[in-house]
């Protein structure tokens, strides 16, 4: 018995500056739960598009989007949506320069109910899991950029997320952080049993994805 999909993209259009950019054209996708999928194409293919539209950071022209039982493409609820289901790593880390590690991977917590204290516990282990547990005070400007990423990746499953969207998390380290960085991905994915869907267009980042799929001028072609 085939498991059903638990994202689902279905027939979705999006367009930009008067509909003068076709961004997607029909796009359809299915992704089960904990699984693990690249979306791999050129530079304008429409993947970061997708990927943002699948985040409720943007809303399509067409089609519906859903994640579970929520209707993304509704456009209701967005912000509990991203703060409860969604954890996002982007290419630059966005990390607060005047804020260190343990405070930065703290802030997509603000307005939690959860004590702080188990909070900030859960961002110390966090931190310690991916190798910063000497690097908690540091503020980013102390930090190298494989270090920034890698609190970025702390920042993004801090609220336990189901979702992680990956947008190019590598593509400003060099090949050995790159590799360690997706490393970290696939061993939180794995004890966390999250689902994440990382956009490249380097196929030796989408090759630790556990499915490929490609897009080409907003239509998805394999996979």
Known sequence: MNEKPWLVVNQVYKDFDQG??????????SVKKGEFVALEGPS?????????????????????????NFIVSEGKNLDHYRRQTVGFIFQLHNLLAHLNALENVLIPTIGSKTPLSQRRERARQLLIRVGLEKRLHYRPPQ????ERQRVAVARAFINQPQLILADEPTGALDTQNSAAVLQLLKELQQEARTTIILVSHNPAVTAAAERKIKIIDGRIIEG
């Open 20 to 29: 003068k950019i076709k961004a997607l054209r029909g796009v359809n996708l």
């Open 143 to 146: 930090l190298s950029g494989g």
């Open 44 to 68: 304008g293919s429409g993947k970061s598009t997708l990927l943002h539209l699948i985040g409720g950071l943007e809303q399509p022209n067409q089609g519906e989007i859903r994640v579970g």
